[in-house]
């Protein structure tokens, strides 16, 4: 049975940093794809970023890219968000999702069958 659980989520204010992990157990930790989505409230769910967990491929969506960055630990079998310069629009339910096979798609959310919990962020001015 795949497992994820997210932490570290929390308050902080407008141009500040958290850092987001999501830990992984029940599988071998090799393959396929694990991503970052947020969820605010009324809102659509958004692809955040997509760490390719067999290779260097990474992804993110247009709306932070220059601010977050996701890596990975092989080791601990962890994925980080690292989120700087946050922004009120970040504030939202973040979820982590894995994949065994990276969709086309891959910050689409429909096509991950795993998700943790969700850790809240939220981000005042």
């Known amino acids: 049975q795949v497992q994820l659980v997210e932490s570290g989520g929390g308050s902080v204010q407008a141009g500040g940093s958290l850092r987001l992990s999501c830990a992984a157990s029940g599988y071998t930790y090799g393959s396929g794809c694990m991503g970052w989505f947020r969820q605010a409230p009324g809102k659509e769910r958004e692809g955040v970023a997509v760490?390719?967990?067999?290779?260097?491929?990474?992804y993110y969506a247009d709306s932070v890219k220059g601010r977050f960055t996701i890596s990975r630990d092989n080791a601990k079998n962890t994925v980080y968000l690292q989120m700087n310069s946050l922004k009120s629009e970040d504030t939202a339910m973040y979820y982590c999702a894995w994949v065994s096979v990276c969709p086309r798609r891959v910050l689409n959310g429909g096509d991950y069958n795993v998700w943790g919990q969700g850790t809240q962020v939220t981000v005042t001015s």
């Open positions: 760490i390719y967990i067999g290779s260097i491929f990474i």
